[in-house]
């Protein structure tokens, strides 16, 4: 059974699901995957796992790197499993590359080359955005190319971690 709460942003609605095992969610309102995969059997209830989730979206809009991370259940292929991982690394205030990930997930499946373009896809299919920080991802000359809940708040996210991009 999941779960869902609203949170209101400095930047956008938020609509937030979990299940008992962790988050399974993190959607802008208007977001191109909105609700993606949300069991048509939910549930609007404030859930530990969901109260965890809005104190830690309060820190972080605050300006502050939360010390904290509400457990995340995250569901999808193996690549994509690998990718979400990889996003899970990259430091509140970075940025990295598709490229870069690709390169990474190459070489942990013991590949010459990985397809950026596959990782874009995968990146883009984050159903828990701001903490599985797809947002951190640009493109190779710092392009802030493609984010499902809009360039603009994926530029508001950047600038509120003072992240460099270009």
Same mark, same amino acid.
């Given at each position: 059974?999941?779960?869902?709460?609203?949170?209101?942003?400095?930047?956008?609605?938020?609509? $937030?699901?979990?299940?008992?095992? *962790?988050? #399974?969610?993190?959607?802008?309102?208007? /977001? @191109?995957?909105? !609700?993606?995969?949300?069991?048509?059997?939910?549930?609007?209830?404030?859930?530990?796992?969901?109260?965890?989730?809005?104190?830690?979206?309060?820190?972080?809009?605050?300006?502050?790197?939360?010390?904290?991370?509400?457990?995340?259940?995250?569901?999808?292929?193996?690549?994509?499993?690998?990718?979400?991982?990889? $996003?899970?690394?990259?430091?509140? *205030?970075? #940025?990295?590359?598709?490229?870069?990930? /690709? @390169?990474?997930? !190459?070489?942990?499946?013991?590949?010459?080359?990985?397809?950026?373009?596959?990782?874009?896809?995968?990146?883009?299919?984050?159903?828990?955005?701001?903490?599985?920080?797809?947002?951190?991802?640009?493109?190779?000359?710092?392009?802030?190319?493609?984010?499902?809940?809009?360039?603009?708040?994926?530029?508001?996210? $950047?600038?509120?971690?003072?992240?460099?991009?270009?």
């Amino acid at each position: 059974m999941q779960f869902i709460s609203h949170y209101q942003s400095p930047i956008g609605g938020i609509l $937030l699901a979990a299940d008992e095992t *962790g988050l #399974t969610g993190l959607w802008f309102d208007g /977001a @191109k995957y909105y !609700a993606d995969h949300l069991d048509p059997e939910h549930e609007e209830k404030d859930t530990p796992i969901l109260e965890q989730t809005k104190e830690w979206l309060t820190v972080y809009f605050s300006g502050r790197e939360p010390q904290f991370y509400p457990p995340v259940h995250m569901t999808g292929t193996p690549f994509q499993l690998s990718v979400w991982k990889t $996003l899970q690394k990259i430091p509140y *205030g970075k #940025t990295v590359t598709y490229g870069e990930i /690709a @390169k990474e997930i !190459a070489e942990q499946k013991g590949l010459s080359r990985m397809s950026a373009q596959a990782v874009g896809g995968a990146v883009g299919h984050n159903k828990i955005s701001i903490i599985v920080p797809c947002h951190r991802v640009i493109g190779t000359n710092g392009s802030l190319t493609g984010y499902a809940g809009g360039i603009d708040k994926k530029v508001k996210l $950047l600038t509120l971690e003072k992240a460099a991009w270009v």
